[in-house]
């Protein structure tokens, strides 16, 4: 990626985005897709905007791979027209943005060389939406650990901080050190360098909410979890919600932590899924809940600011749900879960 030359242009971005988000499906069309098997859910597909991907794959996939494949397809090529159409300082904000399928795509690949996954496998996975290329993607598959993997990516924001973490990762035997090094330098780097004027006010906004639901999810995760480590570990700088002490302490007392997060500005999105997560002990239910939320307030934000990012990123954040929600459904299918418990998986509004 690299910026685009001349002013910003939101009208035109934002009235293009606002063209694609209609053509977003639907809640109702995700409870048609729960009652459909793989095939069906491929022909509903075919019907609707994810037409090319659908009929480019079918000739060499079927059944959830297909769906996998035209997702992530029809993924990238959405958000690369996000930076097609943009110029100037609105680039390099969607840009910076758009970086976090770099991270997405490091830990996939990580993951799959940890679990020792087919290569296809985790390919199916990518999203090649981001900043690194196809060809260093494709290296990256090829890596056989995670040392070759971290050389691989020198030249790039993640090497430095996965050398960093990669002691802690050999002693516990697990990815977490590796994973959260990623998402901490995904969020310094949307930070870095930001001046906050009436132009990014909104992004700075919207930036501040994701790192507290991020940290809020890493803080009920090390609460539950009763694991012996420092919280600190995992707190990411940059939001509003919690300090890096604060989170030490409210990390070791469940009660005290879910009564911050009500006490919030967050609060009143996130209290009927505070009230199930208390009651059910169901982290996952308020992770969804989590998920909303923020795309709730992305939306809030695009309509008081029409011609800034935030309608861009409230469009990212709506996309994704969009093919996380159609993924979670195929894969539910070819699991053989029931309806209900499919529909738990998905972040429905």
Do not use: C
């Not at 022909?43 to 035209?70: K, Q």
């Not at 090649?128 to 990516?153: C, F, H, K, N, Y």
């Amino acid at each position: 990626m690299s910026a685009s030359p001349g002013s910003s242009n939101p009208e035109y971005v934002t009235a293009r985005v606002r063209s694609r988000r209609a053509a977003l499906f639907s809640d109702d069309d995700y409870r048609k897709l729960i009652r459909m098997g793989p095939s069906e859910i491929a022909r509903f597909m075919e019907e609707s905007e994810y037409e090319r991907e659908i009929n480019a794959l079918g000739a060499r996939y079927s059944g959830v791979d297909l769906i996998e494949y035209a997702l992530n397809r029809n993924l990238a090529k959405h958000f690369n027209d996000l930076l097609d159409w943009a110029d100037g300082r609105l680039y390099d904000l969607i840009a910076r943005y758009l970086r976090k399928f770099d991270a997405w795509n490091v830990k996939t690949i990580l993951r799959g060389i940890y679990s020792d996954a087919q290569r296809d496998d985790v390919e199916t996975d990518l999203i090649r939406a981001g900043e690194l290329s196809d060809r260093l993607l494709d290296r990256l598959l090829d890596a056989d650990t995670m040392e070759e993997a971290i050389d691989l990516l020198d030249g790039t924001m993640f090497a430095d901080p996965l050398r960093d973490a990669l002691e802690a990762f050999e002693e516990g035997g697990v990815l977490v050190p590796l994973e959260n090094a990623i998402d901490r330098v995904f969020y310094e780097q949307l930070l870095e360098d930001l001046v906050v004027n009436e132009a990014t006010e909104t992004y700075h906004e919207f930036l501040q909410a994701e790192i507290d639901f991020r940290n809020a999810r890493n803080a009920l995760r090390l609460a539950r979890s009763g694991a012996d480590v420092d919280p600190s570990e995992y707190y990411i700088e940059g939001g509003t919600l919690f300090t890096a002490s604060e989170l030490n302490a409210l990390a070791s007392n469940l009660d005290e932590l879910v009564a911050t997060i009500r006490d919030s500005r967050y609060g009143d999105k996130l209290d009927s899924a505070l009230d199930e997560f208390e009651q059910a002990e169901s982290l996952i239910a308020f992770e969804r809940a989590l998920d909303a939320a923020l795309l709730e307030y992305s939306e809030r934000l695009g309509v008081v600011h029409p011609l800034s990012v935030a309608p861009v990123i409230s469009y990212v954040l709506a996309k994704e749900r969009e093919v996380d929600n159609i993924r979670a459904i195929a894969r539910g299918r070819e699991a053989g879960l029931s309806e209900a418990e499919i529909e738990s998986e998905l972040v429905i509004l």
